[in-house]
């Protein structure tokens, strides 16, 4: 498997807290993987770290080889890295279609043009198209996106993530806040760009249905740390995870 | 389309939502101000070219509030310098077009270069920042008795010849000759900052607006583009300055005063914030509310600003909302119920 993210040793602490403690992993292409854990178990701040949101205390991070540990977010995203936020994170007084628009012109290198009318570059259009198409959202182009549903803003959210075609594409808690309905809708989104844009995708996610649904692997985190690390059926049955993190609870879930 | 998504859009929609009405009312604007010397005395023409000055000052100022998501209390700083500039050009070179143009670029160094230490902060602390530097250069044109004459200011700037060697000369002594190029340079920047807005750049800067952290990643580097929108504010500024030593003769300190800058603020909530034309219609506001209240009383800032406070409390979007919502909708249907099936 072609290694496309690594970690060394990598460290985050808020004042006394330690919210992630010297995290060692590397994250392959094509492998959909799921980070989950309670609470403050550390997950978004390590997302936070690996796409440069937040300054790291130490460590060192790689990105298909190249040491990218001190590169600022855009350029991060410039070489490959995405991701959606825990929190909604869209334009909410833009269009749907004008949210798409953003990171698309940004990929073809075309935000900074001062004079052009937004209608004169096809190949955006055509872009902006074919995505909103994809994620279902075609009809609601010209609508604002903070008037949108939850579950359609959730998607649109993963629309701006992929525009930027990233080939690796972080998602906190991409399902959270919906109805079943819409849940399915997006787990078939990802399943289906994973395959088809060979986008690889790692969630933070609490919904245990959709982890052990979805995920080729899982990485269990707690107090900072990682304490497992494998496949669905291995965490499972691993014991650590039973009895550190999810207790008897998992156990009527899972089984 | 949903009702609210159309007012909220300002006029870049117009042309979709409301079909050639603004066109049309805007042409015949365009012409009117062209008329204008014929129809009316000096003294409308001399308030036209401060409505058109401020226009052009409130526009810059907005594409930071309205489209950056910037508050700017130090625009008259900019302003100021584009001033002095032009005023120090012209006493040297009695030619229009080097003095305005030294200004714009003049204001254009002074934002890069403040610029580049403001645009690294948000919300309060760029307020106060900008406000800062704004005053640090009222402080300067103050001191500086040497350069800028001090508290005296500058005087006796002559309202110089548009000259292009060897193509044309006009005389500008006349206010009517003035006024028509006023007019036609601030027509021209303001069609130039609305192909801006409409750009793929200005609706990046929306993006920004709208969520600083989610525009990080689509690949944008947001101190960047802030500090080409704060340049550019700046530019627009500097060309307001440029154009007062002509029409006045003089600039003095308090051009750059923080009291100054507020005035493209009361324009920009006057009129609309999150729409292109907000400004100007602002402007035109804050001009005859002022020249009607001075008329009663010195202390016309208070009841401009008790005016402000009352539109903006009932009408949050600007009264260029009215037009949006009610005037434009019910001219389309009168135009609709009269036009033959």
Redesign the interface.
């Given at each position: 498997m072609t290694e496309l993210l690594r970690t060394e040793d990598l460290s985050k602490a808020f004042g006394h807290f330690i919210a992630v403690d010297s995290v060692t992993i590397n994250f392959t292409m094509d492998t959909l993987t799921s980070i989950i854990g309670p609470n403050g178990a550390g997950k978004t701040t390590l997302i936070n770290l690996l796409t440069g949101s937040l300054p790291m205390d130490s460590g060192r991070i790689f990105f298909k080889g190249e040491e990218i540990t001190k590169i600022p977010t855009n350029e991060r995203v410039k070489r490959g890295i995405g991701r959606s936020f825990q929190i909604m994170n869209i334009f909410p007084m833009l269009t749907v279609f004008q949210n798409v628009q953003i990171p698309v012109l940004s990929l073809l290198n075309k935000s900074l043009k001062f004079f052009s009318r937004l209608d004169a570059h096809r190949e955006v259009i055509n872009e902006v198209e074919r995505i909103s198409k994809e994620v279902g959202l075609w009809d609601k182009r010209e609508v604002l996106a903070g008037e949108l549903s939850h579950g359609d803003q959730r998607l649109l959210e993963m629309s701006i993530a992929i525009a930027s075609q990233p080939e690796l594409c972080f998602l906190d808690e991409p399902t959270s806040g919906m109805n079943p309905r819409e849940r399915v809708k997006i787990l078939e989104n990802i399943r289906r760009l994973s395959k088809e844009r060979r986008t690889t995708f790692i969630i933070v996610e609490h919904d245990m249905d959709v982890v052990f649904s979805l995920s080729d692997r899982i990485v269990v985190m707690h107090r900072g740390g990682i304490i497992a690390d494998g496949k669905p059926d291995e965490i499972k049955e691993n014991q650590n995870v039973k009895e550190v993190y999810l207790g008897e609870e998992l156990e009527e879930e899972i089984i | 389309?949903?009702k609210?998504?159309i007012e909220?859009?300002g006029i870049s929609l117009f042309g979709r939502a409301y079909g050639k009405i603004p066109t049309v009312l805007l042409l015949a604007l365009i012409v009117f101000l062209f008329l204008l010397p014929h129809l009316v005395g000096k003294y409308v023409m001399y308030m036209t070219m401060h409505i058109l000055i401020l226009s052009v000052f409130s526009l810059g100022f907005n594409l930071l509030l309205g489209y950056t998501g910037l508050l700017s209390f130090g625009q008259a700083g900019f302003y100021a310098c584009g001033a002095y500039g032009c005023a120090k050009i012209l006493l040297v070179i009695p030619s229009l077009l080097p003095g305005i143009i030294c200004g714009i670029l003049f204001a254009g160094v002074f934002a890069l270069i403040l610029g580049f230490l403001c645009i690294r902060h948000t919300r309060i602390y760029f307020a106060m920042l900008t406000l800062c530097f704004g005053m640090m250069i009222y402080s300067l044109a103050w001191k500086w008795r040497t350069m800028t004459g001090g508290d005296d200011g500058l005087i006796g700037i002559p309202r110089a010849p548009l000259e292009i060697p060897g193509i044309l000369s006009i005389d500008m002594s006349g206010m009517g000759n003035y006024y028509y190029f006023v007019l036609i340079v601030c027509l021209l920047a303001i069609m130039l900052l609305y192909?801006?807005v409409?750009?793929?750049?200005g609706?990046?800067l929306?993006?920004i607006?709208?969520?600083e952290?989610?525009?990080?990643?689509?690949?944008?580097?947001?101190k960047n583009?802030r500090l080409i929108a704060f340049t550019i504010a700046g530019l627009y500024a500097g060309l307001a300055g440029a154009l007062i030593p002509p029409l006045e003769n003089t600039v003095t300190p308090p051009l750059a005063h923080w009291t100054h800058s507020a005035e493209p603020v009361m324009a920009t909530l006057l009129g609309g914030i999150?729409t292109f034309s907000g400004p100007i219609a602002g402007a035109f506001l804050f001009y005859v509310i002022k020249d009607i209240i001075v008329r009663f009383t010195e202390y016309w800032l208070i009841w401009l600003g008790a005016i402000v406070l009352a539109l903006v409390m009932g009408l949050p979007g600007g009264v260029v909302s009215i037009f949006q919502r009610r005037l434009i909708p019910w001219i389309r249907l009168q135009f609709a119920k009269g036009s033959p099936r």
């Open positions: - | 389309m949903g609210s998504m909220r859009k192909r801006i409409n750009s793929p750049f609706l990046t929306q993006g607006r709208d969520s952290s989610r525009i990080a990643f689509t690949g944008i580097s947001v583009y999150y």
